[in-house]
């Protein structure tokens, strides 16, 4: 599935765009949740079973109370305690995002979580005893089980019934990694090509961000040497540059054509021409 | 962040605005990582102090570098550090027991009172079901069957005798105390299950809730008019008053809350159907917090006390003096009143 960004905006008023879950993901998490939950609630008491240490009757409370405790109650404290990460949504890097910008607040958790139960654990619990009843009524309840866990398939945002009434947004954990500027210059020499301002007229944003796209990999590989050569010369005739270019420069070449291209646009920007792509003259 | 100067004006404009403030990010982003790690509790107050200015910057460079940089790797980093700083800057500040205490001592009285719309309809659905199943009982006994599964039944059905339903009544089941404690955690376990079915399936125009609901009025009616008949009314009252009380309030208070969310997609007024439910779940939410509680003590009174009170007037008086002390709490706490005599509003409500 495609990814989608949501825009919040946080009280400082500068918007900042998170990255929507993947419904593979949603799943992904609820799965191990569960796995998670129930499997230890096993454990434990395969465990509290062999040392034998506790009175069957005291078991079995223990047992009632902890299989109410995994439903609902253990995803409203985890995400509580984890500002609005289960151990599932950890193992998956997703969290739970309050929509309107603000902090997570304990009634979105909650609100969000105890739809749940119908949402997912109804659903589960009825395919899985296999006391779906035949007839109209079971197909209907089937039909709108489905129906129910598809809510999220459904639209933009991937919200569930839990996520609307709570005004909530489950997202990827964000990750910040800062590249190198490519528009410092590594060696202090004089550089050799010099762009004027008719050279620099023809590309816009775009096209400057797709070559810093380029100029992030040195190529490695012939193949990779043949397509950023390709690439030099195009651009050289493109702008009508009419200087000679010696194959082995290609590279210094295109990495100076993005230094001296990124100036002049932001420049222009500044002064509020700003040029989405090469078609920017022929907007106006 | 002390902006460091920058000498080489080798540099074009953004490269320069990134080498300048380069350190700052840097150094959010080392608090970042501890704080993501351990809690901000963990970090000192210097440094708590520091990732709030630090990230008011982050925003600040975000906000800039938007609108002078057209270095996508620069505005991706930026996006991600600030998100990531967002997401710990705006945390939830309240511990849980705050929020818990807040949750018992305003929260849920207000919203029951403000919610009396939809307590109506979850307790008309109860009463109206009682009605329905008692008198269709004296219609016709066949009803007795149609509405009370077998194996509920358990042999109290219409031409048991009577001996056999009084049994049935003041019998502690042959259960000792230790098989008690697993009684009230199955039945606390099992009807808590019920309510949040219930209350969720609310949102489905509030029809199934109030289904549910009736039908178990219908179970309850039925019932009733079965002992009635034998002559046994008064000790049903009993045996029911001293957990059901607290017991069937907590289902028509889920239904309630179910029906609050359903009334929401029904009848949304001046907001589209997502901000109406989005409103409703305050409420909501609180109800059904409401009734699980009722549920946990409802559980304890019927798996303990009422095997352990054999006598009806103290089944009744226990029953309803525990309804009393909730509607007590329910009618009276969170009213407070400040100097000029206007009712208090806190700022979370207003928000909300």
Known sequence: MKNRAENILPPEGVPISFEIASGGSRFGAQFLDILITFGGLLLLFLGLIWAG??????????????????????????????????????????????????????????????????????????????????????????????AVLLVPLFNKKRLRLGDMIAGTLVVDNPKAILLPDLAVRKSKQETTFVFDASHLDIYGRYELQTLEEILREPPKSPQAVTRVSEVARTIQRKINYVDQVLPTDYWDFLSEFYRQQREFLESRQLFGDARESKYHSKNK | MTIRPIQNTDLIRSSRFRAEREDGWKKLETLLSWAE????????????????????????????????????????????????????????????????????SEGIPRA?????????????AMVLGAVVGYVLYFQDPGWYFTFVPPEMSDGRAPGASTEYLRATLFD???????????????????????????????????LPSFVLTFYNGLL????????????????????????????????CIACAGGAQLGLAVLLPGNHTRRQALRIAGHDAV???????????????????????????????????????????????????????????????????
């Not at chain 2, 502690?172 to 039945?187: H, I, P, Q, W, Y």
């Open chain 1, 53 to 146: 240490l506790i009175a069957p009757s005291m078991l079995a409370t223990l047992f009632f109370l902890l299989i109410f405790f995994i439903r609902v109650p253990y995803y409203i404290f985890s995400e509580l305690v984890w500002n609005g990460r289960t151990l599932g949504k950890r193992i998956v890097k997703i969290r739970v995002i309050s929509a309107d910008g603000g902090r997570l607040t304990p009634h979105q958790i909650t609100a969000r979580n105890l739809m749940k139960e119908v949402e997912v654990f109804m659903p589960a619990t009825t395919l899985m005893s296999g006391t779906l009843e035949s007839g109209w009524f079971g197909l209907a309840l089937g039909g709108w089980m489905v």
């Open chain 2, 172 to 206: 502690d089941g042959g259960r000792n105390k230790e098989t008690l404690g697993v009684f009230a955690s199955f039945l606390f376990s099992h009807n808590t299950g019920i309510a949040i079915f219930i209350f969720a399936l609310g949102i489905f125009v509030t």
């Open chain 2, 37 to 104: 790690r351990s809690g901000v509790a963990a970090l000192r107050y210097e440094q708590v102090h520091e990732l709030a200015s630090l990230y008011r910057q982050a925003m600040n460079s975000l906000s800039v570098a938007r609108s002078i940089s057209m270095d996508k790797a620069l505005l991706a980093y930026l996006e991600a550090l600030c998100a990531r700083a967002y997401l710990v800057v705006y945390a939830p500040q309240e511990g849980i027991r705050g929020a818990v205490r807040r949750l018992f």
């Open chain 2, 286 to 352: 609180k109800l059904i917090i409401l009734a699980g509680l009722m549920l946990i003590v409802a559980a304890i009174i019927e798996g303990f006390l009422r095997q352990l009170v054999q006598d009806t007037s103290v089944r009744l008086a226990i029953g309803w003096g525990v309804g009393g002390l909730w509607l007590l709490w329910l009618v009276f706490a969170g009213r407070y009143q400040n100097k000029s005599g206007e009712t208090k509003t806190p700022d979370y409500e207003a928000q909300a």
């Open chain 2, 220 to 251: 309850l009616g039925a019932f009733f008019a079965l002992y009635a008949e034998a002559g046994l009314a008064t000790e049903l009252f009993g045996w029911l008053s001293i957990h059901g009380v607290t017991e069937l309030s907590a289902i």
């Open chain 2, 112 to 124: 029951v009172r403000r919610s009396s719309l939809p307590l109506l309809i979850g307790f008309l």
